[in-house]
């Protein structure tokens, strides 16, 4: 098993982006079965405007992340595999800064916290280790 999981040659940086990558799976999974529901929980600053169209995007856009992600946990010294998942991360902060900020669907409490502190640490982290991994 332990063959199929990214090198941790290059630190655990790779790591963090299988987990998200998967966990990221689960979420859209749950999305596309669940109609608006579990949508509903991460726009829970107004969970009457998510709609089931809504949460099917919700759950497209999370599968195209989790594949950028899963493509840079085991390509992380490629340059433009980096910078994809990395702007993949501003994406999607900056989608939830403005639903908590400017638009007040979301919240910063619950499952809705989970978005912001995923995509922070991992900005922060590749940010921080970019020369690292791309020398």
């Known amino acids: 098993m332990f063959a199929y999981l990214p090198s941790l040659q290059h630190g655990w940086l790779p790591a963090w982006m299988l987990l998200v990558s998967v966990t990221s799976f689960g979420n859209s999974l749950q999305c596309f079965l669940s109609g608006r529901k579990v949508s509903a929980r991460v726009y829970n600053g107004k969970p009457t405007e998510v709609t089931e169209l809504a949460s099917r995007f919700f759950a497209a856009w999370t599968t195209a992340s989790a594949f950028i992600r899963l493509y840079a946990a085991y390509h992380i010294t490629?340059?433009?595999?980096?910078?994809?998942?990395?702007?993949?991360?501003?994406?999607?902060?900056?989608h939830y800064v403005s639903e908590v900020f400017v638009f007040g669907s979301a919240t910063l409490r619950g499952p809705a916290a989970a978005p912001y502190v995923v995509a922070t640490k991992s900005l922060l982290w590749m940010t921080l280790q970019r020369a690292n991994y791309l020398g």
């Open 78 to 94: 490629n340059g433009p595999i980096y910078d994809l998942a990395w702007w993949s991360y501003v994406i999607a902060l900056g």
